[in-house]
């Protein structure tokens, strides 16, 4: 009944916004053109300033500043500001409620408690989260041995040592390239890990199903958890938990300032990448009707598909145990007018292998880490080889498990909800989940979950 509320709460609140703006576009007529204007002058400018360089960058990015301004200027001058924030207020409320309204909690098997699970942690992770938690004692007082990742230390020998010590269960608690070895080697040995939010940004961990605000709370994996089985991803060898990127972002993280400014770094990068007009044109791969790829100015591949393009649950991957890639390639075309941006194009689709061939050595971001990969650089799913333990009252699927694909499924799902009816995009996420429920031999298996709001 919570949930049904909320979805009405949701909807109202967005047709409510959309009738403002429009009376107050109707309104304004024609003086909220110039807003309009303004801020397309604005974007234009930005985007000649990322491509040019010298004096003309400085003057695109002044006159950019100036058209923003402008566009400030004209809504004062126009007058009904407090009618534009709320019409933005509105939007923003209903987009909080509609991920409310799509929040699930999954009832994963539970599993037996390990005699001797293990805890890695890195103490400068996250800005020292683990230090900030006390994850140390924390885990002692579950019966989890904590190993402190000291400096010089290498956390795969570490790791190695002490499944030969008798450690059978393996958590982790850092950022998502530790956790990605960790997970390498506890599917390696059979062995279920826990993830331990200790990160910066843990995106592992929200696709997981574990909730990141609860550092401490995730140990109890060990206790009381359930398990799935996810996938891992592989490039040349290596282990993966999120993506791999080429190309802007990979440019970025190699640079040597990255950790220190990263916005700097990456507008830096980017800027680059749009100046060259062969920017990515030395790479080479199949796309997924077989054609012929070359131009890219970002290139991702992920362990299992990423949402792109919505609002609710942009970002995050509603599956981790499809048993695919997800590729996503950035490209632009030809560059028109100095003063109209050239079209970005965005490709997306999933497959089991995936080649990408270039000229010499790429610079890659593995996780977030600065890699050199040779080429031919080959990706791969290990699909259903990580058996994954969750505290039971963490989620336990993805934030985008139940949400449909599109802003037009997503209102469609919204507005079943607030008539009563079963959301159609649980019954789909319930075969097409990343969370898996009893094992059939397959890693996959039935879920048992519940939809929850608030």
Known sequence: MIRRFVAIASLGLAVGATALAVVLAIERFPR??????CLW?????????????????????????????AAGVVLVVVG???????????????????????????????????????????PLSG????????????????????????????????????IDEGADALAMAGGDGSQAIVAELAAEYELPYACIPAGTR???ALDLGVDRNDVVGSLDAFVDGGERRVDL??????????????????????????RDQKIRTLIESASGELRSQTAGTALRWRGQDGEEGRDAIVLVVSNNLYR????????????????????AVASTGTPGHALVPAGVTLRQWQCPSFTVEADGPLAAGIDGEAVTLASPVRFSSRAGVLAVRIAARHPGASPATDVPPGLGGTVAA?????????????????????????NDGSGRGDLRRHVRAG
């Open 80 to 122: 009904g500001i407090v009618a534009d924030l709320l019409v933005v207020a509105g939007f923003a409320v209903s987009l909080v409620l509609a991920r409310t309204v799509f929040k699930v909690h999954v009832h994963l098997p539970t599993a037996p408690r390990p005699r001797r699970p293990v805890l890695f942690f890195n």
């Open 308 to 327: 792109l393009g919505t609002v609710v649950g942009a970002g995050t991957r509603p599956r981790l145990d499809a048993g695919t890639l997800g590729v």
């Open 202 to 204: 843990n995106h592992f």
């Open 233 to 258: 991803g592989e490039v040349n060898g290596r282990v993966f938990v999120n993506n791999v990127s080429i190309g802007v972002y990979a440019n970025a993280v190699q640079q040597q300032g990255y």
């Open 127 to 162: 800005g020292g989260k683990a230090h900030r938690f006390h994850i140390e004692e924390q885990a002692r007082a579950r019966g989890i041995e904590p190993l402190e990742l000291r400096r010089g230390d290498d956390l795969r020998q570490l790791v190695r040592s002490a």
């Open 414 to 438: 919204l507005v079943r909800i607030a008539f009563g009816a079963h959301s159609e995009a649980a019954d789909d996420a319930t075969g097409a989940t990343g969370a898996t429920g009893a």
């Open 32 to 37: 909220g053109i110039a807003v309009l204007a």
């Open 41 to 69: 002058l604005a974007l234009s400018m930005a985007w000649l300033a990322l491509r040019a360089r010298g004096i003309s960058r400085l003057l695109a990015a002044a006159a950019a500043a100036v058209a923003l301004t």
